[in-house]
Every structure is written in structure tokens, then in C-alpha cells.
């Protein structure tokens, strides 16, 4: 059983940057798809990034590349995604996500994902 524990959400100005963490923990963290995805509001959950399990491959939702970035420590067993230029529609709840199996499908599907976090807050205000 994989658990994903995230921090480093709060409160930031428009324009501003913030870094999330994901702790897992379970024996599958050091071979799992990760990936990072949102729910603001009203609105539908929605990915935003995703990297292999090698870090070799990374993905990104249209809406944050060049601003977003996703990165992994496989020692430390930690995932990371740093968030600059935030704006107001970058406000979600921002959820870690792990696939406990292989997967070669379309990583911004919620459907790549067996585990998910408890979320963690990001507000920009403008």
C-alpha cells in the first residue's frame, strides 16, 4: 500500500512561486508513474504534471508548462513540483498521485493513478 502525505501549499501573491512536496512511502514509490493534479472549486480534477519513474519523462498540461516544474528523489522518496508566475486560476487543491503498476498509457488520465494524497491548498490572490 503506497501512502502520499503533501505539503507546502498557502497563500501567495499573483506572480509569486511555491513549492509542493509529496512524501510516499511503500515499496512501489521507487518504480511508480507520479504525477501532480488540481481541483479548483466547481470544477473537475485536472492534471497538471506528470514524471516517469526514471525522471526521464516529464509531462505538462498546457496551462502551467513553462512556469511548472516536476521533479523526483527516489532516495528520499519524495516528489516535488515548483510553481512560478502563479496566477489566480493556479488556486486548487493540489493532490500527489502514484501508479503502483506499470502503465503505458496517457499520464494525464486520473485512470494511470491507484493512489492519491489527502490534497493540499494553494490560494493566489490577485
Known amino acids: 500500500q503506497v501512502q502520499l502525505v503533501e505539503s507546502g501549499g498557502g497563500l501567495v501573491q499573483a506572480g509569486g512561486s511555491l513549492l509542493l512536496s509529496c512524501a510516499a512511502s511503500?515499496?512501489?514509490?521507487?518504480?511508480?508513474?507520479m504525477g501532480w493534479f488540481r481541483q479548483a472549486p466547481g470544477k473537475e480534477r485536472e492534471f497538471v504534471a506528470s514524471?516517469?519513474?526514471?525522471?526521464?519523462?516529464?509531462n505538462y498540461a498546457d496551462s502551467v508548462q513553462g512556469r511548472f516544474t516536476i521533479s523526483r528523489d527516489g532516495a528520499k522518496n519524495l516528489v516535488y513540483l515548483q510553481m512560478n508566475s502563479l496566477n489566480a486560476e493556479d488556486t486548487a487543491v493540489y493532490y500527489c498521485?502514484?501508479?503502483?503498476?506499470?502503465?503505458?498509457?496517457?499520464?494525464?488520465?486520473?485512470?494511470?493513478?491507484?493512489?492519491w494524497g489527502q490534497g493540499t491548498q494553494v490560494t493566489v490572490s490577485s
Open positions: 498521485a502514484a501508479s503502483g503498476r506499470y502503465y503505458s498509457g496517457p499520464t494525464y488520465s486520473t485512470g494511470a493513478y491507484d493512489y
Open positions: 514524471i516517469s519513474r526514471s525522471a526521464g519523462t516529464k
Open positions: 511503500g515499496p512501489t514509490f521507487s518504480t511508480a508513474l
